[in-house]
């Protein structure tokens, strides 16, 4: 019970920093599930998708309500993540769990750098036509679902620094993210628990932290937080999570 405890505060915590870039936090939920002694491909990944997706659905509300969320200009990305993720999720039941810790680690580093290089650029004054984005984001989805899919991310990493390249401001950005990962966390949800067995108690415990997390950190995006300084608590947060998952695996 204790270490149910632990858990939920923490996925809590991640939950209020991540929902606030609209990005679902399972690049920190899959570590400390694994941390906490649950298994990696079947219990840790499948999990993080899960508390991914409701992250990000219930990080919505605030952010739709503001207008912040592009809708057309997410729709192709959010199509091909949906296809793309339950491909990754059934790819990972074939990938050995150190390769998955080293790719979920790059990941992570490379996610951390981009958003640090990011927070020093000013916020851009236009977005690109709403036809290179469906292009950009018809790829970029396929990439990121399925990356996300195997790796248990649901693919935000990728995709927020991609909208931000296309002109969206930071705000704008985490919604849309938002509203992709939804669909590319889900579905790579069921592709791996259509695999495997599922932990109910523990279910439960993570879902009530996302819930109280997610609804803080909407709301404190949405009404409080500065641009720049979210970047910056989220790529400090990244490059630790992913220091202490390469000393893991070579420890």
Do not use: C
């Not at 950005?173 to 990962?181: E, K, Q, R, Y």
């Not at 108690?201 to 879902?207: C, M």
């Amino acid at each position: 019970m204790a270490l149910y405890t632990i858990v939920f505060f923490i996925i809590a915590i991640a939950s209020f920093i991540f929902a606030m870039l609209g990005l679902g936090g399972g690049m920190v939920y899959v570590p400390v599930l694994n941390w906490s002694g649950f298994d990696m491909v079947s219990v840790a990944i499948p999990l993080g998708l899960l508390l991914n997706g409701l992250n990000t659905a219930f990080v919505l509300i605030p952010f739709a309500r503001k207008k912040m969320v592009d809708w057309k200009g997410g729709a192709v990305m959010a199509a091909t993540a949906l296809i793309a993720a339950p491909l990754g999720a059934m790819t990972s039941e074939h990938v050995p769990v150190q390769t998955l810790k080293v790719l979920f680690a790059i990941m992570v580093l490379a996610a951390a750098s981009r958003i640090i290089w990011v927070a020093k650029v000013p916020e851009p004054e236009k977005k690109i036509s709403l036809k290179q984005r469906s292009i950009i984001g018809f790829f970029a989805g396929g990439f990121a679902g399925f990356t996300g899919g195997m790796l248990g991310l649901g693919g935000g990493f990728i995709i927020a620094p991609i909208l931000m390249a296309m002109g969206y401001k930071t705000k704008e950005a985490a919604a849309t993210t938002a509203f992709v990962v939804t669909f590319s966390s889900f579905s790579g949800y069921l592709g791996h628990v259509s695999q495997g067995n599922t932990n109910w108690t523990l279910t439960i415990i993570v879902v009530i932290a996302v819930i109280i997390g997610s609804q803080l950190g909407g709301h404190y995006m949405t009404h409080k937080a500065k641009s720049h300084h979210v970047k910056i608590i989220y790529a400090v947060v990244l490059i630790l999570i992913a220091v202490k998952m390469m000393y893991g695996v070579f420890a």
